[in-house]
């Protein structure tokens, strides 16, 4: 069945391909700094106007603009990853920040294509979302996974925020792919009844919980420690002397009522085993009820590193990163690309994957369910943390990004994962953003970037479980596969 939105004769490709381009950078602007949350819906919009007028191929290449505008704008700080930390010179930055673009913007050119390619324009509102959404699944495991950016993931300030404990990001961004559908029918040809579903996904939240966790009668006072040590030199003698000085005279600044200490991800830039002398008599100052935890590198018997985090005084566990970061934190094709530029070549790239569904730490009374700094923007794996803890910690080195708009990014998945799981998350880091987050998303105390500084705020263990953290992912991405499977097109001709 051919309608004009449908068809899309109206829009050339060159117009739709502008556009798409533009949507990308607008879905940049829905996230931090800028957090332009309703210009998701338009972006959207702008993706779902006219695509069916266009060939497979018309609509891949229109999906792989949309993913050169989000990230040649959104991930603009791995720039300063390879360039200012990686030793790497302008040209040969440029050249690979701009291949990471163009890779990372084959995911949406091959859910368009697969899009046009296998549905029907007549169930459109339902498979555009459901697609979107499925792409995003896509993106998130494939190759170790990338899910920065994710429609939904600026929704957190949005009306749209309530449905984050019952669905999570993904739900979120079926509802904001799903607005931007119903709202080009609406703009472009007048289909009121699109008004009816709008108002049902905008309107039902304020109808929905506040609040799905309920906190503990007493809280407990953390402090977090940020160092702000130079990237440059924190790997060398002179950086780990500096580093071991500097949380040590932090550490010993802080009042004795103080229930847990935190210091961010590698805060001592040295193997455990090193850094045992400075550890024990930062333990030997403790008062005997508080806990410090700290990011570390941990070396195994068999000479295999680890990126962890252990505990001082009042603690019991340990955690080891599960999921690694490309490149910084492992090689991949180690023995064709080790050694062949600099960036190649980064200090500690050579880490080992803890194991799969670790325990919580116990400090200062609190189960802490542990996410290292990349790890937190992972929907699912901090779901399963937070099923077994009360409080979510994550350490982070956000240091890598420099003065970008990537540790906004940061903080702001980490404040989603607050509100997805109805807990507190303690979010220590080397320069900034160190944060405390309560349940709802909301920043209850933060920490000027760019300073050495100490954090404190009251944190609450949470008992219960929200819809998400109980069900995680799993329900939504049925959701959006039952989406697509009425328009899929089943014989060659169907339109």
């Given at each position: 069945m051919k309608t004009g939105l449908s068809s899309g004769r109206s829009f050339t490709l060159g117009v739709q391909l502008i556009a798409a381009l533009v949507a990308g950078g607008f879905t940049t602007l829905t996230a931090s700094p800028f957090e332009l949350w309703w210009l998701g819906p338009i972006a959207a919009g702008l993706m779902y106007l006219g695509i069916h007028g266009l060939t497979p191929v018309q609509a891949a290449l229109k999906g792989?603009?949309?993913?050169?505008?989000?990230?040649?704008?959104?991930?603009?700080?791995?720039?300063?990853?390879?360039?200012?930390?990686?030793?790497t010179g302008v040209p040969?930055?440029?050249?690979?920040?701009?291949?990471?673009?163009?890779?990372?913007?084959?995911?949406?050119?091959?859910?368009?294509?697969?899009?046009?390619?296998?549905?029907?324009?007549?169930?459109?509102?339902?498979?555009?979302?459901?697609?979107?959404?499925?792409?995003?699944?896509?993106r998130t495991y494939l190759f170790t996974g990338f899910p920065w950016l994710l429609l939904g993931?600026?929704?957190?300030?949005?009306?749209?925020a309530p449905w984050a404990p019952i669905g999570g990001v993904y739900l979120l961004s079926l509802f904001v792919a799903f607005s931007g559908a119903l709202g080009a029918e609406l703009l472009f040809r007048r289909r009121v009844w699109t008004l009816l579903p709008l108002a049902a996904i905008w309107v039902t939240p304020f109808l929905l919980p506040t609040q799905w966790t309920k906190p503990s009668e007493t809280p407990q006072q953390v402090a977090l420690l940020q160092g702000n040590l130079p990237q440059l030199i924190k790997w060398t003698p002179e950086g780990q002397r500096k580093a071991a000085n500097t949380y040590m005279e932090l550490t010993n600044a802080l009042d004795d009522d103080i229930d847990l200490i935190v210091w961010p991800e590698t805060a001592l830039p040295m193997v455990e085993t090193q850094a045992r002398p400075v550890l024990e008599r930062v333990q030997a100052n403790l008062p005997d009820d508080t806990a410090l935890l700290t990011g570390i590198v941990q070396r195994d018997r068999e000479g295999n590193y680890f990126n962890g985090v252990i505990g001082l005084g009042n603690t019991e566990g340990s955690y080891q990163k599960e999921h690694l970061v490309p490149f910084g934190e492992y090689l991949p094709l180690e023995s064709v690309l080790r050694g062949a530029i600099n960036f190649f070549d980064l200090p500690m790239s050579t880490f080992r994957p803890g194991e799969d569904d670790p325990a919580p730490i116990h400090a200062a009374g609190m189960a802490l369910g542990n996410a290292i700094c990349y790890e937190i923007i992972y929907p699912q794996l901090v779901a399963e943390r937070a099923h077994d803890s009360d409080v979510l910690l994550t350490v982070s080195n956000d240091t890598w990004f420099g003065a970008s708009i990537g540790p906004h990014q940061h903080l702001q998945m980490a404040r989603l994962r607050a509100l997805e799981n109805g807990r507190y998350v303690i979010r220590a880091t080397s320069n900034g953003i160190t944060a405390i987050i309560d349940p709802q998303g909301h920043i209850t105390a933060r920490a000027p970037q760019f300073e050495t500084?100490?954090?404190?705020?009251?944190?609450?263990?949470?008992?219960?479980?929200?819809?998400?953290?109980?069900?995680?992912?799993?329900?939504?991405?049925?959701?959006?596969?039952?989406?697509?499977?009425?328009?899929?097109?089943?014989?060659?001709?169907?339109?």
């Amino acid at each position: 069945m051919k309608t004009g939105l449908s068809s899309g004769r109206s829009f050339t490709l060159g117009v739709q391909l502008i556009a798409a381009l533009v949507a990308g950078g607008f879905t940049t602007l829905t996230a931090s700094p800028f957090e332009l949350w309703w210009l998701g819906p338009i972006a959207a919009g702008l993706m779902y106007l006219g695509i069916h007028g266009l060939t497979p191929v018309q609509a891949a290449l229109k999906g792989w603009c949309y993913g050169v505008g989000l990230f040649a704008s959104g991930t603009s700080w791995v720039y300063v990853s390879i360039h200012d930390y990686g030793y790497t010179g302008v040209p040969l930055a440029v050249f690979l920040t701009g291949l990471f673009v163009v890779i990372l913007a084959l995911f949406f050119a091959g859910t368009f294509w697969l899009y046009r390619r296998f549905t029907l324009a007549r169930f459109a509102l339902l498979t555009f979302a459901g697609t979107w959404v499925l792409g995003e699944v896509l993106r998130t495991y494939l190759f170790t996974g990338f899910p920065w950016l994710l429609l939904g993931a600026s929704h957190v300030d949005s009306p749209l925020a309530p449905w984050a404990p019952i669905g999570g990001v993904y739900l979120l961004s079926l509802f904001v792919a799903f607005s931007g559908a119903l709202g080009a029918e609406l703009l472009f040809r007048r289909r009121v009844w699109t008004l009816l579903p709008l108002a049902a996904i905008w309107v039902t939240p304020f109808l929905l919980p506040t609040q799905w966790t309920k906190p503990s009668e007493t809280p407990q006072q953390v402090a977090l420690l940020q160092g702000n040590l130079p990237q440059l030199i924190k790997w060398t003698p002179e950086g780990q002397r500096k580093a071991a000085n500097t949380y040590m005279e932090l550490t010993n600044a802080l009042d004795d009522d103080i229930d847990l200490i935190v210091w961010p991800e590698t805060a001592l830039p040295m193997v455990e085993t090193q850094a045992r002398p400075v550890l024990e008599r930062v333990q030997a100052n403790l008062p005997d009820d508080t806990a410090l935890l700290t990011g570390i590198v941990q070396r195994d018997r068999e000479g295999n590193y680890f990126n962890g985090v252990i505990g001082l005084g009042n603690t019991e566990g340990s955690y080891q990163k599960e999921h690694l970061v490309p490149f910084g934190e492992y090689l991949p094709l180690e023995s064709v690309l080790r050694g062949a530029i600099n960036f190649f070549d980064l200090p500690m790239s050579t880490f080992r994957p803890g194991e799969d569904d670790p325990a919580p730490i116990h400090a200062a009374g609190m189960a802490l369910g542990n996410a290292i700094c990349y790890e937190i923007i992972y929907p699912q794996l901090v779901a399963e943390r937070a099923h077994d803890s009360d409080v979510l910690l994550t350490v982070s080195n956000d240091t890598w990004f420099g003065a970008s708009i990537g540790p906004h990014q940061h903080l702001q998945m980490a404040r989603l994962r607050a509100l997805e799981n109805g807990r507190y998350v303690i979010r220590a880091t080397s320069n900034g953003i160190t944060a405390i987050i309560d349940p709802q998303g909301h920043i209850t105390a933060r920490a000027p970037q760019f300073e050495t500084a100490t954090l404190t705020g009251d944190v609450y263990a949470m008992e219960g479980l929200t819809p998400f953290t109980r069900m995680g992912s799993w329900p939504i991405w049925l959701l959006a596969g039952l989406l697509v499977l009425p328009g899929l097109r089943l014989r060659t001709g169907q339109r």
